[in-house]
């Protein structure tokens, strides 16, 4: 299990290098930068506190995306972004934050709630 988790968390790192790669297709860098700076915001979409879906996110979603976007990257990129984020995990021992990560999953927040007040605010007012 303790490898798994660190092979996730290489990958991500991986995202993070392949996303300033000249090689890497856009699909993949757009996926990729969404998944890092979610993956490294540290604010959660599905907050942590909500019991069994709070930890969904970490154990699935966030995983099959990783997955996702890896499977996306051509192979020469894959090695070589992969060496540079196990080189760069030895040297700093943690993940980089993302303060544009939060921003991103605090804008989806503000998005939700915008939504759901469009959509309840003529049943309020009908009723």
């Known amino acids: 299990m303790r490898d798994w988790a660190r092979r996730v968390k290489r990958d991500g790192v991986t995202l993070w290098f392949a996303g300033r790669h000249p090689g890497t297709p856009w699909l993949a860098k757009a996926l990729g930068v969404f998944v890092v700076a979610y993956a ?65 999953v605090i804008g989806v927040w503000i998005a939700i709630a915008a939504a759901l007040g469009y959509w309840l605010a003529p049943r309020f007012a009908a009723g």
């Open 40 to 104: 490294l915001s540290p604010i959660d979409l599905v907050l942590d506190f909500i019991p069994v879906l709070g930890y969904l996110d970490d154990v699935l979603l966030l995983p099959a995306l990783i997955w996702l976007a890896i499977r996306l990257l051509p192979p020469e990129v894959l090695t070589e972004c992969r060496a540079q984020a196990e080189t760069w995990m030895a040297a700093q021992g943690a993940k980089p934050r993302s303060r544009m990560g939060a921003v991103l």
